[in-house]
Each structure stands twice: as C-alpha cells, then as structure tokens.
C-alpha cells in the first residue's frame, strides 16, 4: 500500500499494530480490521517508518 508516493506499507511484513497510526501528525492513518487504510496528506515525516517494530513501511520512490 503506498502512502501517497512517499511511503509505503508491506502488508506482507505488517502486524497490524497500530504503532504508525498512533505516531501520525497529520492523522493519514487508520487501522481497520487487519489492515491499514492510508488517506491522502502524507508530509513523509516518516515518523510511522520509525516507529513500526516490523520495519513495514520503507520511503517510496518520488
């Protein structure tokens, strides 16, 4: 899934914890029954990409 252009979500590395939903400045995320729905407005501060425990989100290629 990707976040924007900018940053994107494995869904094969995610466990859906909601870490990055939390940390999000901009409020882009939301956890939905196993999965992680991104609405537009990503700034890439990369706050989720820090904070995720499984290294799931990684920066896009702009």
Same mark, same amino acid.
Request: proline share 3%; charged share 25%; aromatic share 4%.
């Given at each position: 899934? =990707? &976040?924007?252009?900018?940053?994107? +979500?494995?869904? $094969?590395? #995610?466990?859906? !914890?909601?870490? /990055?939903?939390? @940390? *999000? %400045?901009?409020?882009?995320? =939301? &956890?939905?029954?196993?999965?992680? +729905?991104?609405? $537009?407005? #990503?700034?890439? !501060?990369?706050? /989720?990409?820090? @904070? *995720? %425990? ?9």
């Amino acid at each position: 899934m =990707e &976040l924007g252009v900018k940053m994107i +979500i494995s869904t $094969e590395e #995610c466990g859906y !914890c909601g870490a /990055c939903v939390s @940390v *999000c %400045p901009h409020n882009i995320l =939301e &956890l939905s029954e196993m999965e992680i +729905i991104a609405h $537009e407005g #990503c700034e890439e !501060c990369a706050f /989720c990409m820090v @904070v *995720c %425990p499984l290294g799931a989100i990684k920066r896009g290629e702009k």
